[in-house]
């Protein structure tokens, strides 16, 4: 798979899934993914890419919780996070190598790291429906957790395309390296919070 980007923790290469050996199955549409990889290889690596999973697909069910809430007024768009599954490679005679496989963004936007994982937001692309979204995560699960980390794409229209969330929580054991704690969760719901009263926009 060709690499094309690099994170601080992982790399993301353009990749081809098929449900068909047959190789004229791929260079479908529907067949391209991205294929995201540990930069680091651990004895732990399944359980790794199960916690990404896992997290990604928490977001996806946030995200759907929160466009049909009162958290999300008219005027804010929708948000659509990537929903990812864990692929298992076995060649012969070498260990398993692991990827988080997903649909690509749109491309038809560039994409933006909207905020980080530590209370940080981007002055140049902030946006109530983030902003709102974010409050929602933590509201919602009665601050138990808060989902943090978004970035992706913004469509003409106003929505939003998010992967690679991360999740912030009061169980340290869960959701992986990028799971900071409560601590920097109450760091990151504060800062979202002032930003919405800076810019008069209330809960």
Same mark, same amino acid.
């Given at each position: 798979p060709y690499l094309f980007a690099e994170g601080e923790t992982r790399v993301a290469r353009f990749g081809q899934l098929s449900a068909s050996p047959h190789a004229r199955h791929l260079n479908k549409p529907d067949s391209s993914v991205i294929l995201k990889e540990f930069k680091r290889v651990s004895s732990s690596d399944r359980k790794r890419y199960m916690d990404q999973m896992e997290v990604s697909n928490i977001a996806f069910f946030l995200a759907n919780e929160y466009n049909n809430s009162k958290f999300r007024p008219?005027?804010?768009?929708?948000?659509?996070?990537?929903?990812?599954?864990?692929?298992?490679?076995?060649?012969?005679?070498?260990?398993? $190598?692991? !990827?988080?496989? +997903?649909?690509?963004?749109?491309?038809?936007?560039?994409?933006? #790291? !909207?905020?980080? @994982?530590?209370?940080?937001? @981007?002055? +140049?692309?902030?946006?109530?429906?983030?902003? $709102? !979204?974010?409050?929602f995560t933590h509201a919602v699960t009665g601050h138990y957790l808060m989902l943090t980390d978004l970035q992706g794409v913004k469509r003409r229209n106003g929505d939003f395309v998010l992967t690679d969330p991360a999740i912030l929580c009061k169980d340290i054991l869960r959701f992986g390296s990028t799971n900071l704690? $409560? +601590?920097?969760?109450? #760091?990151?719901? @504060?800062?979202t919070e002032a930003h919405m009263s800076e810019r008069g926009w209330k809960m």
């Open positions: 008219p005027h804010c768009g929708s948000i659509t996070y990537l929903q990812a599954c864990v692929v298992e490679m076995t060649p012969a005679n070498s260990s398993s $190598r692991y !990827f988080c496989a +997903e649909a690509p963004l749109p491309d038809d936007e560039p994409f933006v #790291k !909207f905020g980080d @994982n530590t209370g940080y937001w @981007n002055a +140049e692309h902030m946006d109530e429906t983030l902003l $709102r !979204f974010a409050l704690g $409560r +601590e920097f969760m109450k #760091k990151c719901a @504060n800062a």
